[in-house]
């Protein structure tokens, strides 16, 4: 049955799908379809014309799902949404703060950034508040000369 009719049934889904791999995976399926039931199938006045019938309903099957799948695909944003990346000045600005000693990068960040208090500080640290104070001096002043956009004018 297989050998005698596989090419026809293949014939006609290449000639619907216009695809010959999806064509041959069709007649496959129908035709295992077939074997699964032949004690049933057998019995039929026609078992090729229900081989075929099967075919076709995979084969409507498969182009529903496909047309489904490349709806969902055109509904979907033809661009991703993209984020900006981080501003010339916040480059800048992580960049000299790698030039600090830890230390004062440390309170620089918790100060600015945690917003803590240099008490808060200075108990997290273990040191005295006007080591930390002293810190943040230090530090803002290195991130200034670093960043001061006259200072590189000036000295350019």
Known sequence: MYAAHYADLTVQLYAYFGDR?????VAQEAFCRALARWNTVAGYDDPVAWIRRIAWNLA??????????????RRQPAVEPQTAGPSPERVALVAALGTLPPKQRRAIVLHYLADM?????????????????????????ALAAQLD????EGGA
């Open 149 to 152: 956009p006259a200072d590189k």
């Open 60 to 73: 409507i099957s498969r182009w529903r799902r496909a047309r489904t799948a490349l709806t969902f695909l």
């Open 21 to 25: 791999q999806e064509a041959q995976d």
């Open 117 to 141: 208090s240099t008490a808060e500080i200075a108990t997290r640290e273990r040191v005295a508040e006007a080591t930390v104070r002293s810190w943040l001096h230090r530090g803002r002043s």
